[in-house]
Each structure stands twice: as structure tokens, then as C-alpha cells.
């Protein structure tokens, strides 16, 4: 295999890989029995293993979510209990911010183990200001908003305030994301709220109408719209977004969910995921020159659980289309750990046990999070074998580069300069050896490789 680097062609700016903490925080964040491994707490465990650069894979991004109330009102259809989530209401309509403990016992494990960016995401506003007074709709509504027009002000100062109280108190809120996944129902199983690209657009208004107001929120930045699907109006939105002079303003860039949930009876190009986001990735340089865009949530969206090299390949595929196609700045997953049998989270949990168990996703997320510095830009790197992806990023004159081999064959190759390999494949994981410029190298079947340049004297 021959490996190409230039360094002149680059393109967007690196900014990291993270996890959101939906959906397991609220149980691991009450894990205070000794882990095993360390003999600390197990939440603190689970954290360093996450967004510690020593002694995890070195994420950089946390993704908070601000809860929509249905934890402690019982109202919705929901089958796992986990799926609901505290608010910071106190029955007066004060704030209460014990509140989602364990959950804010996470946030700030997570931030002290090294997530140096936080997101805040809002499912559904808080059920005392939605039209039915559930965190989701009926099972009889469909295609409605539950905020109540009148409401918006309030949703705006409820998060805000959530917001500043937090920065105030240490934790690095970077991004307030007051809408997710607004084109679906949520009419049952989890909160949520739909809005059409025009109610998207009066909702952030209203929360750039309110951060003007806020001195102390002068840097918080807003996301969105992180529509659900890379096929289904992601433009509509994008322009409900950006077309808005205030809220642009607002806006570091547009955030999107990278799913593509292919459906057999669906024609083969409504599920060519890639062929969405070269479309998407053309509308943004024609209509938005220069606006970032962000992958904010992916999974698998597949049964069953898979700790092995399939689930962890299929994992750096889309990480590499995402960063290399759609020019992404950040990769985040959907939930960083996983309770369920699904093919979902960078660790599995036991919540009986309090227990958890490391993937092979965890490890390939780290060939990406754990050697990529923040603030490097991407170039073009190239091979003359069609199944080999690769990518390739610059900081401060030293290079990265990642390269993926789904296929089950080794492939041989000249290291391109002196410094760091590592290696996941069945057998390893995160495995690290030096490397010399020129030297031979094998790129193995089924595997995830960084190379890491040596800093220059």
C-alpha cells in the first residue's frame, strides 16, 4: 500500500470527539462502590476512562441533558425508565438545583477528568411549559409542537438561568442546544418535542433575544438544529437557522445528527448515506461558505450487543465519512455507556452489579480522541488501496493520521515519518510502538492505526 500526505490541500478544523451522558448518568452517577481496576469510585472511574488523556481515550466534549421534568411527574409512555429525566423546577416554579444529582454528579466527573467543552441539550422543555403537560405528545398527536407560543420566553430564561448557574459554579457550558431531533413525533418511549423549521426558527430568536440580556452568558454560543436523519430536511432547517441575522450570530455552526436508518423497502439511494452528505456538504459550500458543521449525535441504531471489531470499524467508517466528507469539526456519540442489548455506547453496563465493560468502539473513538490535537487542521491523505479510508491532521507542524482496513487482509506499507503507531485490531487495543520514517510497517486486517509525528526539536 502507498501512503500520499499533502499537507497543502487542508480543510476544516479539528475540535474534538465526545459523549453525551443521556440515559445512563442518572444511574452511574450513584455508583460510589470501588472499582476493581482502580479503587476509586466507579463513577470517577467511568469518567477518567472516558475524558481523561492519561487514563482514558482523552474525550474532549460532554453533552448534558437538561431534562423535560418526566422523572419525577411519572406522566408519558415510556418502557425504560431511564429515558426520563429530572428537571430544575421546584414545585413553586423556583429553581431547584438538587435536582438530576446523579446526573450533575457526572457532568462534574466528567469535567474534572478533562471535558473541557460542554453541551447543554434540551429533549423537551420542562412539562410545567409544554401544551399537554408531558416532556412528548399523545399518542393521538402527530406533527405538533407541544411549546405553547407564549411559553418560549419562559423555556429561554429557564435554560439560561440553568445555564448560568452551572457556569458560575465551574462547569464549562460552551453550547446550549434548546431543540433535538424537532422533525420526529415523540408521541411515547423517550422526551422529546417537535418543531417545523419556522418554530426552530422563533425558538432561538427567542434565546438571542434573551442572551442579549445576559452579560454573564456573553460567551455561551447556541446549536442547532441536530435534525434526526442526514436524509430528511436537514437544508429546511439549516436555513430556519442560518437566514436569521440574530441567531446566526449566535451560531458557531450548524449541528447534525449523522443517521442514516436504511429501511429495505426504501429504494438504494434513499439509504446511500454518503451520497447525503456530499449533497449536504455541496449546499453548505454554496449557500453557507464557511459555516462549520458538527456531527452532535450517531449510534448504530442496531439490535444486539457488539463489543467486537464489526460494531468498532463501522464505528471509524462513519467517523472518517463524517470528518472527510462532510468536513465535521467534532464527532459525538449518542450515549457514552449502554445499559441495553443494542449496539450502542463506548462501554457496557451492568446496572445490576454496578459494573461496566470496555468495547472495542471505546478503544478505535481513542485512535481518533486520544492522539488528534484540538485546533488541527485536516489535509488530504490518499492510498492506492480503494478499502483503506484515511485521514490526516496538522498542529503546529506535527501530523496525525488515521487510517481504517475493513478488509481481512495485512496490509504492507513505509511508515511516512518517525513517531508514534497505535494499533486496534481483535487482538490489541490502543497498542502503542514507535515508529521511524521509512520504516516497514503493516497496516493489519480488520484494524484502526494512528500515526503520531514525532514533535520537531
Request: include cysteine; proline fraction near 5%.
Amino acid at each position: 500500500m502507498k501512503l500520499t500526505l499533502d499537507t497543502a490541500r487542508k480543510y476544516q478544523t479539528y475540535m474534538g470527539v465526545g459523549a453525551s451522558g443521556a440515559w445512563w448518568a442518572q444511574a452511574v452517577g450513584n455508583w460510589t462502590r470501588p472499582d476493581p481496576a482502580t479503587g476509586e469510585e466507579t463513577r470517577r472511574a467511568v469518567a477518567e476512562l472516558l475524558w481523561s488523556e492519561t487514563r482514558g481515550i482523552g474525550l474532549n466534549i460532554y453533552r448534558h441533558n437538561l431534562g423535560g421534568g418526566s422523572a419525577g411527574s411519572g406522566k408519558g409512555v415510556y418502557w425504560d425508565p431511564l429515558r426520563r429525566a429530572e428537571d430544575h423546577f421546584a414545585p413553586d416554579g423556583s429553581l431547584d438545583f438538587t435536582k438530576d444529582a446523579a446526573a450533575v454528579s457526572m457532568l462534574r466527573l466528567a469535567v474534572e477528568a478533562g471535558a473541557d467543552e460542554v453541551v447543554f441539550f434540551v429533549n423537551s422543555p420542562p412539562e410545567r411549559l409544554t401544551k399537554n403537560g408531558m416532556a412528548q405528545l399523545g399518542k393521538r398527536q402527530l406533527f405538533r409542537t407541544n411549546l405553547a407560543k407564549k411559553n418560549i420566553p419562559a423555556f429561554a430564561d429557564y435554560c439560561l438561568d440553568v445555564t448560568e448557574h452551572f457556569i458560575e459554579d465551574g462547569v464549562p457550558v460552551n453550547y446550549l442546544s434548546p431543540v433535538n431531533e424537532p422533525l420526529w413525533v415523540w408521541n411515547g418511549g423517550q422526551e422529546g418535542c417537535h418543531y417545523s423549521p419556522r418554530q426552530v426558527k422563533r425558538v432561538l430568536r427567542a434565546f438571542a433575544s434573551a442572551l442579549e440580556k445576559r452579560p454573564a452568558l456573553k460567551d455561551l454560543r447556541l446549536a442547532a438544529a441536530e435534525n434526526g436523519d442526514v436524509r430528511w430536511f436537514n437544508k429546511a432547517y439549516t436555513r430556519a437557522c442560518l437566514s436569521d441575522p440574530a441567531v446566526a450570530a449566535r451560531l458557531d455552526g450548524v449541528d447534525v445528527h449523522s443517521y442514516c436508518i436504511g429501511q429495505s423497502f426504501l429504494p438504494r439511494f434513499l439509504n446511500d448515506r454518503v451520497a447525503f452528505l456530499r449533497r449536504f456538504r455541496r449546499y453548505m459550500d454554496r449557500r453557507f461558505p464557511g459555516v462549520p458543521v458538527q456531527t452532535s449525535e450517531w449510534t448504530h441504531m442496531k439490535g444486539g450487543r457488539d463489543a467486537g471489531m464489526d460494531s468498532a470499524l463501522e464505528t471509524a467508517k462513519v467517523m472518517l465519512e463524517d470528518f472527510t466528507i462532510l468536513n465535521v469539526t467534532r464527532f459525538t456519540h449518542w450515549i457514552a455507556c449502554s445499559p441495553y442489548d443494542y449496539c450502542d455506547g463506548l462501554l457496557y453496563l451492568d446496572l445490576e452489579n454496578e459494573t461496566y465493560a470496555l468495547t472495542k468502539r471505546y478503544f478505535v473513538t481513542g485512535q481518533f480522541s486520544k492522539y488528534i490535537p484540538r485546533g488541527a487542521k485536516r489535509f488530504e491523505v490518499k492510498t492506492d488501496s480503494p478499502e483503506v479510508m484515511a485521514a490526516g491532521f496538522v498542529y503546529e507542524n506535527t501530523r496525525v493520521v488515521v487510517l481504517m482496513n475493513p478488509t481481512s487482509e495485512d496490509l504492507p506499507f513505509a511508515s511516512p515519518f518517525q513517531g508514534l503507531c497505535a494499533v486496534t485490531d481483535e487482538t490489541r487495543s490502543l497498542f502503542e510502538s514507535p515508529v521511524s520514517a521509512g520504516e516497514a510497517l503493516t497496516l493489519p486486517a480488520k484494524s484502526v492505526m494512528t500515526l503520531k509525528e514525532a514533535k520537531p526539536c
